[in-house]
């Protein structure tokens, strides 16, 4: 069989994947950067190619007018933006084929020859969504046997590990911008094939990891301030770019530590800011709630109890986060499983993948 892939387009990072020799899936390495994941976020550097990952997110503290992120909260949305460069016009369709052609590139660079792909897209994507999603793949080179919903890729690459029989699946994914809640009805027919139908989906494309990192960079800015006796009003653009270098890790940090100190080097002063988890969790308690939120009204729409679920997957980045498993252990106690939040769609999207190809061979 021909090698396909799966594609996991995300907000704040993306991921590739495919299945080994024995019909797992694997993701492939981020050789370049030492990591599974590429940052989705693309550098227009003046007067040579953009350049796309880490490089280009770190950029951002530097050349912020010359750095794009994000753009899947805009792909396929009446309202989504259009970029400038050197007088090159980019909309989110574009920015979005250039993040997956960083990923077959390092890809192919490994002895890989990435075209046939599944990529993956929030439940709530509509058919304006989907097929932007698709024109960006196709832009990149690729062809795009499918776009697959990414609860649906996650909940796959879980079943067929996990169960042989009927299971009531939730799959709560939280990731860097979108959030998505849906339940599945995962059963195995007679021939052994596992089948996962849809019984209810819900979400919101504008509430992610982001919102949580912007609450954190907010605190951080305050905390500046009065240690220094100033106003948040006043600090210029170098000083706010120095702090926001400190605020995604200050928030992984929190995920494992309850306390932490952090250095804030300007103009010569060092200003020394403690952070708690407990603070943390205080400044976002009311996103966790808007999560569970939709939890709750899922539920309410087809009649379930929490009773009535079997297993609740926790999948995307911003699960890692103690407060978003511990809410939903509240609700579903026992029955929560962190499903490698970073991978785990990337992985169903392959498994989804080689599904698809099977079936065009068989007709």
Not at 84 to 95: H, N, S, W
Request: hydrophobic share 40%.
């Amino acid at each position: 069989m021909a090698k396909v892939y799966g594609i996991d387009l995300g907000t704040t990072y993306s991921v590739i994947s495919t299945l080994d020799d024995n019909g797992m899936p694997e993701v492939i390495t981020n050789q370049d950067e030492g990591s599974d994941l590429l940052a989705s976020a693309v550098y227009f550097q003046d007067g040579a190619d953009p350049v796309v990952g880490e490089v280009a997110k770190n950029q951002k503290d530097i050349e912020p007018e010359r750095v794009v992120e994000f753009v899947k909260r805009y792909i396929g949305k009446p309202d989504a933006p259009t970029y400038e460069f050197d007088g090159v016009k980019y909309d989110p369709i574009t920015i979005s084929s250039l993040i997956l052609k960083r990923m077959k590139a390092y890809a192919d660079a490994q002895g890989h020859d990435v075209k046939n792909v599944v990529i993956t897209c929030p439940a709530y994507f509509g058919n304006e969504e989907k097929a932007a999603t698709r024109q960006a793949g196709i832009i990149a080179g690729l062809n795009v046997l499918n776009i697959v919903h990414e609860p649906t890729a996650a909940a796959l690459n879980y079943c067929v590990r996990e169960f042989k029989e009927s299971r009531k699946i939730m799959v709560y994914d939280l990731g860097g911008g979108t959030f998505d809640i849906t339940l599945f009805d995962f059963s195995v027919n007679d021939s052994g094939k596992a089948l996962i139908d849809v019984i209810k989906t819900g979400g919101n494309d504008r509430l992610g990891g982001i919102d949580w990192d912007a609450r954190m960079f907010d605190y951080m800015c305050q905390k500046y301030a009065f240690e220094n006796g100033t106003e948040v009003s006043d600090m210029d653009d170098e000083l706010r770019a120095t702090i926001r270098a400190q605020v995604e890790q200050a928030k992984k940090d929190l995920s494992t530590l309850e306390k932490k100190s952090y250095t804030i080097k300007y103009d010569g002063d060092r200003t020394r800011i403690e952070l708690t988890r407990q603070e943390f969790e205080e400044l976002t308690q009311d996103l966790v709630q808007q999560t569970m939120d939709f939890v709750h009204q899922l539920l309410s729409d087809v009649n379930f109890t929490p009773d009535n679920v079997d297993v609740v997957l926790l999948v995307g980045g911003s699960t890692l986060m103690p407060m978003i498993k511990n809410a939903v252990e509240e609700l579903f106690p026992g029955k929560v499983r962190v499903e490698q939040p970073n991978l785990a769609v990337a992985k169903g999207a392959a498994l989804s993948a080689a599904l698809e190809w099977n079936e065009r061979l068989a007709d």
